[in-house]
């Protein structure tokens, strides 16, 4: 298994402004991914948080306004840029960690733009 | 396009209750099918994980199954406690798509004492 972290737990954010959200793991993983969670929705893809290379994004995110960054194994760093109202959410990083290929997620970070 | 649904949307049951939460999927090619608990505003504990080439997987009173040409996966719950008060959500793994989950809308569930 993995225990993950994520830093801020929550934040309340200005319109225009953006947020770095922090995703920390116990232990080294290839494979990362960050996930959004619109109010009363379920979970949707936002990209793979690729180690040394760029992110692979899924069809309706782009990279300037969630820029991803994966410095080593254990850290990720996804950034919500130029922030509306649209993207008050909960955003989870997740990882799969030992196998098979199960995927364990952070505790999420509780995103409100006013 | 892979779809996952789940039903019901919403269950309340008094505790003690055994109850299956259901979970269908539209495209066959999966990897594995894994079983999500999240409480209120916080993140996704792994329940149980059904790799494509196994029928069921049980961890406590939970037990999951998986029928993959079917296109269906079920989650009991045996001896409800009000402590499984969450929403419970499955995922699919489809292959070649380096991890990516593809969820349901999840299973609301309240246990009453």
């Known amino acids: 298994s993995a225990v993950i972290s994520q830093k801020p737990s929550r934040d309340i954010c200005q319109r225009g402004t953006s947020l770095t959200i922090q995703c920390q793991v116990d232990s080294q993983v290839t494979m990362m991914f960050w996930y959004r969670q619109q109010p009363g929705q379920s979970l949707t893809l936002i990209a793979t948080?690729?180690?040394?290379?760029?992110?692979?994004?899924e069809s309706g995110f782009v990279i300037d306004k969630f820029p991803i960054s994966r410095p080593n194994l254990t850290f990720s760093t996804l950034t919500v840029s130029n922030m509306s109202p649209e993207d008050s959410s909960i955003y989870l990083c997740s990882v799969v960690a030992g196998g098979p290929y199960e995927q364990y997620f952070g505790p999420g970070t509780r995103l409100t733009v006013t | 396009k892979q779809e996952v649904t789940q039903i019901p949307a919403a269950l309340s049951v008094p505790e003690g209750e055994n109850l299956v939460l259901n979970c269908s999927f539209t495209d066959s090619a999966i990897y594995n099918l894994q079983w999500f608990r999240q409480d209120p505003g916080k993140g996704l504990t792994s329940l149980l994980l059904i790799q494509s080439s196994q029928r069921e997987q049980t961890s406590g009173r939970l037990n999951a199954s998986l029928d993959k040409s079917s296109g269906r996966s079920t989650l009991y719950i045996a001896a409800s406690q009000p402590g499984d008060s969450a929403t419970y959500l499955c995922a699919v793994e489809i292959y070649n798509q380096g991890g990516k989950l593809i969820f349901g809308q999840g299973t609301e569930l309240s246990v009453k004492p």
């Open positions: 948080a690729n180690q040394g290379s760029e992110a692979t994004y």
